[in-house]
């Protein structure tokens, strides 16, 4: 099968699309014929070795933690799973990721893909959508009736975040550039403040619960959230090389969120989707012989919105 691998870190060069053996599934697992998976910052940072003490992988390394697709082999012990069914999940961390053609999961790290988008485009959802539900709910402990500030709305994450955070029943502020500005309104925003030409700090006048970032912000900016923030609220911070902020004095608590993969969390979002309530994003989809080409796009700050790959034997 084809797949794409990295045999050293270093920059998006390092990639190489080349034939590989296809796996066989082991105790626990399953294997799936991927319709597609995504293209997440995360996976950048890996390639570069910038991410070898928190999440360690062996070369050579196949990229992608999203994956959607259809069961075709199951190992020993599975059940609840059969062969032929669609499904999507966050593959682990440090495993072999899904930029291939066929990939193997832990079949407890899955659930049954959204039948109101196609299966390819699922890939969407995983890794983006967890971390936008765990950092709203897990973390933020979101309730009906807050005031939530979404920093970074425009990006994957952030639409998600927005959609989520006024489904269940929050005053949503977002910030969003022009390029984005409409997308985030239509996701349900009840304010959108242009970062480009506004000060957070100086707009949000009424204290927020949550201030959730999700832009490589300025360190002096990223600090400037936790004014905004009630005592006794929160700020969760998906930029985890800058340590979100926090105010013991007014019990303003600083979260930093990892993600996790979470089937159950995902099947309530896939759920969601299949109700109308959430809508899935794609910007573009790519064959997988051009990912390297995405990641050197991605390195030089020219992709926007969700990417999925999508393997030949799609």
Do not use: C
């Not at 994956?67 to 999940?89: H, K």
């Amino acid at each position: 099968m084809k797949a794409v691998r990295f045999h050293e870190y270093g920059d998006p060069d390092v990639l190489r699309h080349e034939d590989v053996e296809q796996p066989t599934p082991g105790a626990g697992e399953v294997r799936i014929r991927v319709a597609g998976t995504s293209f997440n910052s995360v996976d950048g940072n890996i390639r570069a070795g910038f991410m070898r003490g928190p999440i360690p992988v062996a070369l050579p390394h196949t990229p992608g933690l999203d994956v959607a697709g259809t069961v075709d082999a199951l190992g020993e012990g599975v059940n609840g799973i059969a062969v032929g069914d669609a499904v999507v999940g966050f593959l682990p961390m440090n495993g072999t990721g899904a930029a291939a053609e066929y990939v193997l999961a832990p079949a407890e790290a899955l659930t049954s893909a959204p039948r109101n988008v196609p299966l390819v485009d699922a890939a969407a959802l995983p890794v983006v959508g967890l971390t936008a539900y765990q950092a709203l709910f897990d973390h933020g402990k979101l309730t009906a009736g807050q005031r939530v500030l979404i920093n970074g709305a425009g990006g994957a994450v952030g639409r998600y975040a927005v959609q989520l955070a006024k489904n269940a029943g929050a005053h949503v502020i977002a910030t969003a550039g022009p390029r984005s500005g409409e997308a985030v309104t239509s996701a349900g925003a009840d304010e959108v403040i242009d970062h480009t030409t506004t000060s957070v700090t100086a707009v949000v006048t009424e204290p927020v619960d949550i201030a959730l970032n999700l832009a490589p912000v300025d360190p002096a900016e990223l600090a400037g959230l936790v004014t905004l923030v009630r005592p006794g609220g929160v700020v969760v911070n998906t930029t985890v090389w800058m340590p979100a902020p926090s105010d013991e004095e007014r019990d303003v608590r600083g979260i930093d969120l990892f993600v996790r993969s979470d089937a159950a969390q995902l099947a309530q979002l896939v759920a969601s989707v299949d109700r109308g309530e959430l809508r899935v994003d794609v910007a573009e989809r790519v064959p997988l012989a051009e990912l390297p080409a995405l990641h050197t796009r991605a390195a030089q700050g020219a992709v926007h919105g969700k990417v999925i790959v999508v393997p030949s034997a799609a």
